[in-house]
């Protein structure tokens, strides 16, 4: 299979590229429509994404039907879905948002333990402890996280969150919607592939109310019904894209960019050398200059964790030294060792990563894709080291990214697919 992408040094990226629907926010959407009947139809869906065809494969396992075109999909069942989620496959950790809307349609769930990215500690407890306010009893089975409501069904209950998590907060979305009375989280963590989520929720016939950062309030319908549904714009590729333009001095127009979504990244990039111009729904990057970022990621509308090492691939084109704080996922900065392969200075100082920037002197190495967005930032470092580059493992990308390789060819890159003899776990 392909399993490594090869990238030499590149003239800058130049031209036009359009941004797939976001992979953060299909996946929710997926689960969303176990909660119903109903025949669910998303449009600008990124179905080239494993991790989309991963909860694809897990609805069909649980009686669901699919059909899937280049950029949408169709999901309706003939019967009411299966309580057990028997997957051998690849996990991802979307199967906890599957546990909760199963326990608030059908009553009960029992799914594999969460998979995806190894980035640190990454607990379930929040989504224990919501289902458990609202009545369920959860519970581990072997390799299997298992929950069921009272008789009655989920009873609405306030939840407050002790952070703000994305998955707490979309797991006690899904279970409000279906139990009964009044259910409250304090604390929520919003962004825009929650908003995205209550969107098509409340097309479904959902009643939600958002009150800001402070707290949402979800009244329990008996039902909800089918929905038609349009998946935002991935932010995430549109940094990507923006961020190679700049590293290697391009030009480039980025087709249907969510700058709402962006402020504080496109504030932090345009301080540190971006030349960006705005074209209605589109940005223009007229290249710039790297120069070293001092940055930390936090809730939205803060720097997203994902975002992350996407920007330290920034730092390592500036010249001088640039500051990376996560400390949602301090675990993450391993992707830094994969950039040494490459003439990469840097150091871990509790949980502060500091880059030593190469002003653009990059050499052409084998590294390995540890995670989704450590792969991308790996093939935007590649396009400017000289010499081949060669990522393995780079099935990772791909979860996260629609013809990732295809889109920087058509942008003037020397990147390309080849077979490995790895296998993908």
């Known amino acids: 299979m392909n399993n490594k992408i090869l990238i030499q040094k590149s003239a800058p990226l130049s031209g036009r590229v359009n941004l797939a629907g976001a992979k953060n926010s299909a ?33 069909e396992v649980l009686g669901k039907s699919a059909i899937v075109g280049k950029d949408r999909i169709e999901i309706s069942e003939t019967s009411p879905p299966k309580t057990t989620l028997n997957w051998i496959g690849r996990s991802i950790r979307n199967t906890l948002l599957i546990l909760g809307a199963l326990t608030a349609r059908q009553g009960a769930g029992r799914v594999p333990l969460p998979g995806g990215c190894k980035l640190g500690e990454r607990k379930y407890d929040l989504h224990v402890m919501l289902l458990e306010r609202l009545g369920a009893r959860v519970w581990d089975e072997g390799d299997f996280l298992c929950a069921e409501a009272p008789a009655g069904g989920l ?63 979800i009244t329990g319908v008996e039902e909800l019904h089918g929905a038609e549904h349009r998946v935002i714009a991935d932010n995430m590729e549109a940094v990507t894209w923006l961020i190679g333009a700049v590293m290697t001095g391009g030009d480039v127009e980025i087709e249907g960019f969510p700058y709402g979504d ?58 001088g030294e640039s500051r990376i704080v996560d400390l949602r996922f301090p675990g993450r900065y391993g992707y830094a060792e994969e ?17 030593h920037g190469t002003d653009g002197r990059l050499n052409g190495a084998t590294v390995r894709a540890l995670d989704l967005r450590a792969g991308a930032a790996l093939a935007l470092c590649g396009l400017i ?19 990732f390789v295809e889109k920087l060819q058509s942008l003037g890159a020397k990147a390309e697919w080849t077979a490995s003899s790895t296998t993908r776990p």
């Open 27 to 59: 996946l929710r959407l997926l689960a969303a429509s176990l909660l119903t009947s109903g025949r669910v139809s998303l449009t600008q869906y990124p179905a080239g994404l494993l991790d989309a065809q991963v909860h694809v494969e897990m609805l």
């Open 155 to 217: 009873v609405g209950a306030d939840i407050q969150l002790s952070m703000r998590s994305t998955g707490a907060t979309e797991n006690a979305i899904l279970c409000g919607t279906l139990a009964k009375g009044v259910t409250r989280i304090w604390n929520p963590h919003i962004r825009p592939e929650i908003l995205d989520l209550i969107a098509l929720l409340r097309k479904m016939g959902a009643r939600i109310k958002v009150f800001g950062q402070e707290h949402i309030e």
């Open 262 to 319: 962006l402020e504080v990244v496109l504030a932090h990039l345009t301080s540190a050398g971006a030349r960006l111009y705005r074209n209605e729904d589109a940005l223009i990057v007229c290249g710039g200059t790297c120069y070293p970022i001092e940055i930390s990621t936090g809730p939205h509308p803060g720097i997203n964790s994902d975002v992350q090492p996407i920007l330290a691939a920034w730092a390592a084109r500036a010249r």
């Open 339 to 355: 950039m040494a392969l490459m003439g990469v200075k840097y150091e871990v100082r509790g949980d502060m990563l500091v880059l």
């Open 385 to 403: 080291a000289e010499g081949e580059t060669v990522i393995t493992d780079a099935w990772q990308i791909g979860r996260g990214y629609v013809d």
